[in-house]
C-alpha cells in the first residue's frame, strides 16, 4: 500500500475543491443569472473537458504551462520553478480539468432558486453579497455539494491528466491512479488490488454520504 | 412621503406614465395582462428600468438621469404574487430577514399584527397559502418601507381566504401612513381596498380618479368591461334577522343580506353591480326583491349601445344603475327625478362586501 500516493492523492482533491468552491460558485450563478450574447460559447468551454481525452487536454495544458510558454515563464520568475511535473501544475490541470463537474451542478442549483425569490432578497434589502450569503447559497447548497463531491471523487480517480503534466515523481505527483498503474505494470497484482479497494471504498462513501446528506437538505427545504 | 411616479419605455412592451400616491393613500392599477401595470410596479422597486424614468419619494430621488438605486437601496415593501418566501428560513426568519436589525420580538410583533402568532418557527411550506400571504406582507412591512408594493397579492387564494385577506389589509391601512399600489386584474378588489385607480391599457393610463368615479365610469371601464360598474353604498350593520338575513342600514332605507358576520353597528360598504339594478317610478309592490331604496337621478349617461348609465344619489352616496335607453324613455326619467332603486338581496356576493376600516376598531 503506497501511504504517500494516497496521501497524495487526497491532497490534490482536496486542494481542487477548495480553489473550485469559490469559481463555481461565482461562474455557476453568473450563468445561471446573466443574460449575455456569448453564454452558450462560455459553457461550451466550460463543458469542454468532459469530451477531450486526457491526453489532448493535457497536451495543450504542457504547451500552454511549459517553460517556453508566458505562462510558464511567468510562473518560474515568480516561484522560482516551473509548473508542469509539480504538485501546483497537477493542482491548475485538476482544477481546470474539473470545471465542469464543478460549474454545471452549481449552475442548475443556482437556476433552481426562482427568480422572485432573488428579486425578494433584494426588496428585503440584502445587499448582492448578504443575499449570496442569506440566500442563495442555502437554497443552491445541494447543487455545491453534489459539485464539490463529484469534484473531490473525479479527482481521486483522475489518471490521464495527472500523467500526462505530472509525470510519476514520488511525494509530487504520484497520485494513488498512477501508482496503481506502476504496480500492474511491475506484476504487483497484490498492492494493485488493495489500493484500487481503498481507492473504491473511499469514492462511493463519499458519494453515499453526499446523497444522504442532500436527501436530508432536500426534506429540510420541503 | 409622496410617491412620484414618470415612466417612459417602448420594449419590451410601450410605457407611458405618470402618477403621484400621497401618503397613505392606496392607488389600484388595473388592467389586462400585459397591460404593464406589472412593469410599472417593478420599476418603483428597481427590478427593471425603463427607458426614461423618474422615480422619487418623500423627495428623496430613485431613479432618474442620473440616479438609478439598486433594489436593496430603495426603501420599498414588496409583496409578490407568489409571495416568494424564502423556503429555508422560519416565518419568523423571513420577516427578520428584512430588518436593518433582525430582533425577534419586532418579528413577533409585526406576525401578530397580520394575524400570525404562534406561527413563528413554521417553515413557508409548513404554512397555507393565506398564511403565506400573511408572511410575506409582514415581511415587506418589516423593511419599513417607505412605498408598500403588492402585485396581485390575493390571486393564489381561494376565495373565502381572499375575503378575509381584504378584510385584514383594510384593518392594516390604518396603522399604514406609507403610499402603497395594489396591482390587480380584480375589479371588485381594486373597488374594495383603494381610494384611487389608474386603468393601465397598452402602457397607457386611459382613465384615473377617486375609486368611485372610476367605477361608475362605462368609458373608463371599456377596457375592463363594462358589466364591472359598481357603486359602493355605505350600510350600518343593524341586526341579524330570523330568516338568516342581515339588516342593514343606508342613507334612504334598510336592506336585507345574506347573513353577514359583524356586530351591530360596523361600518360596511356594499358593492352594487350596476347591472344587478332595477328602477321603478313608484315603490314597486309584489316583487320578490325586498331591498328597494329610493333615490334622486343625479344624472343620466349615455353610452355607445342601446344602454344608459344612471346615477341616484342616495345621501351623500350614489349608486349606479344600467339601464336600457328604451327603459329609461319609457319612464321618462330625467334628473331630478325621484326613482326606486330595486336590489335582490342575492345578487350580492359575500366578497362584494368590505368593512370600512377605522382606527378605533382594527380589527372590524
Redo the contacts between chains.
Sequence with gaps: MDWTALTLSLELAAWTVAILLPISVLVGRWLAYGRFRAKGMVEALVMLPLVLPPTVFGFYLLLAFGRNSPVGALWNDLFGHQVVFTFEGLVVASVIFNLPFAIQPAQRGCEAI?V??R??????????WR?LW??DL??AWPGLMTAMVLTFAHTLGEFGIVLMVGGSIPGETKTIAIAIYDRVQGFDMAGAGIMSAVLVAISFSTIAVTYWLSARVGR??? | MTLDVTLKAETPIPLDVSFRVAPGELLALVGHSGSGKTTILRSI???WRPDQARVAVAGAVWLDATVNL???Q?????V???Y?????MTAAQNVM??M?RPDRAEAARILAMVHLDGLADRKP?QLSGGQQQRVAVA??LA?RPQVLLLDEPFSAVDRATRERLHAEIMALRAHLNMPVVLVTHDMNEAQLLADRMLVIEKGRVVREGTTAAVMADPVSLRAMGIREVAAMLPAVVAGDEEDGLTRLDTATGPIFLPDIDARPGTRLRVRIMAHEVILSRDRPTGLSAQNILPGVIARVQPGDGPGVMVHIAMGESEIVARITRRALADLGLAPGDTVHAVLKAMSVARDHIARVATPETPDG
Excluded: W
Design positions: 426562482p422572485e425569490v428579486e425578494a432578497a433584494a426588496c428585503c434589502g440584502l445587499s448582492p443575499a442569506k440566500v442555502p437554497l429540510r427545504l420541503a | 422597486a428597481g427590478l439598486a433594489p436593496h430603495r426603501r420599498a415593501g414588496v409578490f404574487q407568489n416568494a418566501l424564502f423556503p429555508h430577514a428584512a436593518d411550506a415581511r415587506a423593511r
